[in-house]
């Protein structure tokens, strides 16, 4: 019961300093200040790197079932209006191949941060 007074005696203040008392003798690291989104991404050289689009043209065989369905969706809601179709595209495999691994890689190290990727571009096979 003596340990239990002296716990009960001691000041409160002594008690935290006690809890939270360094158990080690190295320094603290340096704490650099958090970065801000701009500076987290430098924009690479343009010479050797290329940019790799979201989207890709789509096969002309495609047209055909892509606007029957275009249409029809828009004259659904507008049935006295025209359509004209001036492009379909696709979304890029690789992109969205890269957009995903980077994204699960981002969410793994932050779960509870929400990630938005402008661009991605590889290195110019060429050079």
Request: proline share 11%; glycine share 4%; hydrophobic share 35%.
């Amino acid at each position: 019961m003596k340990g239990n007074e002296s716990l009960r005696k001691e000041k409160p203040m002594n008690l935290i300093k006690r809890l939270f008392k360094k158990t080690h003798d190295e320094p603290d690291a340096p704490v650099s200040p958090p970065l801000k989104p701009r500076e987290m991404i430098a924009d690479p050289p343009a010479s050797d790197w290329q940019e790799v689009s979201g989207y890709q043209p789509t096969p002309a065989e495609d047209y055909p079932l892509v606007s029957l369905i275009a249409a029809a969706l828009g004259a659904e809601c507008y049935p006295e209006s025209q359509f004209v179709i001036r492009r379909i595209e696709k979304r890029n495999p690789e992109f969205k191949r890269v957009t995903l691994i980077a994204a699960s890689i981002a969410a793994g190290e932050l779960p509870d941060s929400q990630f938005t990727i402008k661009k991605i571009a590889k290195k110019n096979e060429n050079k």
